[in-house]
Nanobody, 131 residues
Framework: QVRLVESGGGSVQAGESLRLSCAVS????????MGWLRQAPGKEREAVAS???????TYAEFVKGRFTISRDNAKKILHLQMDSLQPEDTAMYYC?????????????????????????GGQGTQVTVSS
Protein backbone atom coordinates (compact mmCIF):
# COMPACT_ATOMS: atom_id res chain seq x y z
CA GLN A 1 0.00 0.00 0.00
CA VAL A 2 1.30 3.41 -0.93
CA ARG A 3 1.76 6.13 1.67
CA LEU A 4 2.15 9.77 0.69
CA VAL A 5 3.33 12.41 3.14
CA GLU A 6 3.22 16.03 2.07
CA SER A 7 5.15 18.84 3.75
CA GLY A 8 6.45 22.34 3.19
CA GLY A 9 3.29 24.38 3.25
CA GLY A 10 2.92 27.59 5.22
CA SER A 11 1.70 31.17 5.29
CA VAL A 12 3.49 33.70 3.10
CA GLN A 13 2.99 37.09 1.54
CA ALA A 14 2.18 37.55 -2.12
CA GLY A 15 5.30 37.31 -4.23
CA GLU A 16 7.10 34.96 -1.87
CA SER A 17 8.03 31.33 -2.41
CA LEU A 18 7.43 27.91 -0.89
CA ARG A 19 8.78 24.48 -1.70
CA LEU A 20 6.47 21.53 -1.16
CA SER A 21 7.70 17.98 -0.78
CA CYS A 22 5.99 14.60 -0.91
CA ALA A 23 7.63 11.46 0.40
CA VAL A 24 6.34 8.30 -1.25
CA SER A 25 6.46 5.00 0.56
CA UNK A 26 5.73 2.08 -1.71
CA UNK A 27 7.39 -1.28 -2.11
CA UNK A 28 9.01 -1.41 -5.49
CA UNK A 29 8.32 2.28 -6.22
CA UNK A 30 7.30 1.68 -9.80
CA UNK A 31 5.52 5.01 -10.09
CA UNK A 32 5.46 6.42 -13.59
CA UNK A 33 3.46 9.61 -13.10
CA MET A 34 3.32 11.92 -10.11
CA GLY A 35 1.71 15.25 -9.58
CA TRP A 36 0.07 17.83 -7.38
CA LEU A 37 -3.56 18.73 -6.89
CA ARG A 38 -4.97 21.58 -4.88
CA GLN A 39 -8.30 22.40 -3.39
CA ALA A 40 -9.45 25.67 -1.92
CA PRO A 41 -12.45 25.86 0.42
CA GLY A 42 -15.68 25.72 -1.51
CA LYS A 43 -13.93 25.05 -4.81
CA GLU A 44 -13.32 22.04 -7.02
CA ARG A 45 -10.01 20.23 -7.01
CA GLU A 46 -7.51 21.51 -9.54
CA ALA A 47 -4.64 19.66 -11.11
CA VAL A 48 -1.54 21.80 -10.74
CA ALA A 49 1.31 19.89 -12.37
CA SER A 50 2.46 16.41 -13.31
CA UNK A 51 5.79 14.77 -14.03
CA UNK A 52 6.90 11.52 -15.60
CA UNK A 53 9.70 9.26 -14.48
CA UNK A 54 11.91 10.86 -17.14
CA UNK A 55 11.32 14.32 -15.69
CA UNK A 56 9.00 15.58 -18.40
CA UNK A 57 6.61 18.05 -16.73
CA THR A 58 3.18 19.46 -17.52
CA TYR A 59 1.69 22.52 -15.86
CA ALA A 60 -1.73 24.05 -15.53
CA GLU A 61 -1.93 27.41 -17.26
CA PHE A 62 -2.48 29.25 -14.00
CA VAL A 63 0.95 28.18 -12.63
CA LYS A 64 3.09 28.17 -15.75
CA GLY A 65 6.23 30.20 -15.27
CA ARG A 66 5.78 30.32 -11.50
CA PHE A 67 5.80 26.70 -10.30
CA THR A 68 8.35 23.97 -11.00
CA ILE A 69 7.72 20.30 -10.36
CA SER A 70 10.58 17.86 -9.88
CA ARG A 71 11.17 14.37 -8.56
CA ASP A 72 14.00 12.37 -7.07
CA ASN A 73 13.37 8.74 -7.99
CA ALA A 74 16.19 7.44 -5.81
CA LYS A 75 14.83 9.18 -2.73
CA LYS A 76 11.18 8.69 -3.72
CA ILE A 77 10.39 12.37 -3.24
CA LEU A 78 8.30 14.75 -5.30
CA HIS A 79 8.77 18.52 -5.05
CA LEU A 80 6.84 21.59 -6.09
CA GLN A 81 8.78 24.85 -6.10
CA MET A 82 6.25 27.67 -5.97
CA ASP A 83 7.48 31.16 -6.76
CA SER A 84 5.61 34.45 -7.12
CA LEU A 85 2.78 33.10 -5.01
CA GLN A 86 -0.55 34.88 -5.23
CA PRO A 87 -3.57 34.88 -2.90
CA GLU A 88 -5.44 32.73 -5.41
CA ASP A 89 -2.85 29.99 -4.83
CA THR A 90 -4.21 29.56 -1.31
CA ALA A 91 -5.36 25.95 -0.99
CA MET A 92 -4.60 22.57 0.44
CA TYR A 93 -2.05 20.84 -1.79
CA TYR A 94 -2.03 17.09 -2.28
CA CYS A 95 0.51 14.75 -3.81
CA UNK A 96 -0.86 12.23 -6.31
CA UNK A 97 0.60 9.21 -8.07
CA UNK A 98 -0.75 7.03 -10.85
CA UNK A 99 -2.59 3.77 -10.13
CA UNK A 100 -0.71 0.46 -10.29
CA UNK A 101 -1.79 -0.09 -13.90
CA UNK A 102 -0.89 3.47 -14.85
CA UNK A 103 -3.14 6.14 -16.29
CA UNK A 104 -5.48 5.08 -19.15
CA UNK A 105 -3.28 6.46 -21.93
CA UNK A 106 0.00 5.59 -20.18
CA UNK A 107 0.94 9.23 -20.36
CA UNK A 108 1.74 11.72 -17.64
CA UNK A 109 0.72 14.92 -19.43
CA UNK A 110 -3.04 14.62 -19.10
CA UNK A 111 -3.61 16.70 -15.98
CA UNK A 112 -7.20 15.56 -15.64
CA UNK A 113 -5.96 12.02 -15.01
CA UNK A 114 -4.50 13.22 -11.72
CA UNK A 115 -8.00 14.01 -10.54
CA UNK A 116 -9.88 11.15 -12.15
CA UNK A 117 -7.46 8.27 -11.56
CA UNK A 118 -4.68 9.42 -9.27
CA UNK A 119 -3.93 7.89 -5.89
CA UNK A 120 -3.63 10.30 -3.04
CA GLY A 121 -4.45 9.66 0.58
CA GLY A 122 -1.99 12.03 2.20
CA GLN A 123 -3.11 14.68 4.64
CA GLY A 124 -2.08 17.44 2.29
CA THR A 125 -0.17 20.58 3.14
CA GLN A 126 -1.81 23.98 3.51
CA VAL A 127 -0.57 26.95 1.53
CA THR A 128 -1.89 30.37 2.52
CA VAL A 129 -0.91 33.49 0.61
CA SER A 130 -1.91 36.90 1.86
CA SER A 131 -1.88 40.10 -0.12
Amino acid sequence: QVRLVESGGGSVQAGESLRLSCAVSEVGFNVMCMGWLRQAPGKEREAVASIGRDGAATYAEFVKGRFTISRDNAKKILHLQMDSLQPEDTAMYYCVIDPPAGFPLNRCDVLGDLINYGRSGGQGTQVTVSS
